[in-house]
């Protein structure tokens, strides 16, 4: 079973958890796909910073950005314990490499193209996806009690657009751009801020804390953003080694596709 081949589409923080729990359970042959700028704030456990900064190590587990042609089955698979990352935001290395399973990782609440023939296990990861329809079964990513179930019927739970709760704050914690624009910041990963501080600027318009606490996301500065863009987020709980680890619901919703693939393959 660990020569499974397995493509995740998107490298965010939650794609990064499943990353990391699979590396760690003995699955090498994993290939992360990932957009030429991706948009994940919490760039210090996001495997898609290689696509910026080439490679990137989190929790002593390392991605390295690699040519799309450099990746194959079987000769060409990077030898060592590096994840390969590459450009391929419509996930046409599905088709060369035809992977055993494939996971959505994507996180945009709707489905961008993953099938069910895809692979002989496809797995999509929150809302957007149908059990049975378009994948074989979708993990719940919504915090609470199903948070990291495998369903293998319906769909996970509807996105309110609101985020989860931590520290007793929701939408309080979240930065959004106030307008289309280049989003500029001096602000890093893990500084202490306080309430109604100017944290960045998109154009000429700030960019206020609503919560004190430590920047747990941020945008890289000079990034080009749409109107309500996700910038950051800040963690009431003033953790700051929060910042450089997966989190809690990172690793459950990886536990969940871990059991899915033992479900899977690991039958006698």
């Known amino acids: 079973m660990k020569n499974l081949t397995i493509i995740m589409r998107g490298a965010g923080d939650l794609a ?12 090498r042959r ?18 898609s910073e290689a696509i910026t900064i080439e490679k990137v190590s989190i929790e002593n587990v390392t991605a390295m950005r690699v040519n799309v042609h450099d990746v194959g089955i079987p000769g060409q698979w990077p030898p060592d314990d590096t994840i390969p990352i590459i450009i391929d935001p419509s996930g046409k290395s ?27 296990l496809v797995i999509g990861l929150g809302p957007g996806f149908t059990a049975g329809k378009d ?3 979708v993990i719940e990513t919504k915090r609470g009690h199903n948070l990291g179930r495998v369903i293998y019927d319906g769909t996970a739970a509807a996105d309110t657009g609101i985020p989860g709760n931590i520290g ?25 801020v306080e309430k109604g501080e100017c944290l960045a600027m998109v154009d000429s318009s700030p960019v206020i804390a609503n919560i004190s606490g430590v920047i747990r996301g941020l ?28 989190s809690d619901k990172a690793m459950a919703v990886a536990g969940g596709v871990l059991e899915a693939i033992l479900h899977k393959f690991n039958r006698i």
């Open 135 to 137: 994948v074989n079964c």
């Open 16 to 27: 990064t958890g499943v990353a990391l729990r699979l590396h760690r359970s003995g699955f």
């Open 168 to 192: 007793g704050y929701t939408n309080e914690r979240l930065l959004r751009a106030p307008n289309a624009g280049i989003f500029k910041t001096n602000f890093n990963i893990g500084d202490k």
């Open 219 to 246: 945008l890289r500065s000079a990034t080009p953003v749409d109107n309500k863009t996700k910038l950051g987020d800040i963690d009431p709980r003033g953790k700051v080694a929060f910042c450089t680890t997966a």
């Open 94 to 120: 599905i088709q060369k490499i035809q992977p055993h399973i494939v996971i959505d990782a994507i996180i945009a609440k709707r489905n961008l193209g993953t099938g069910i023939n895809d692979a002989e």
């Open 30 to 47: 994993l290939l992360l796909l990932e957009t030429e700028h991706p948009l994940a704030v919490r760039r210090l456990v996001s495997f």
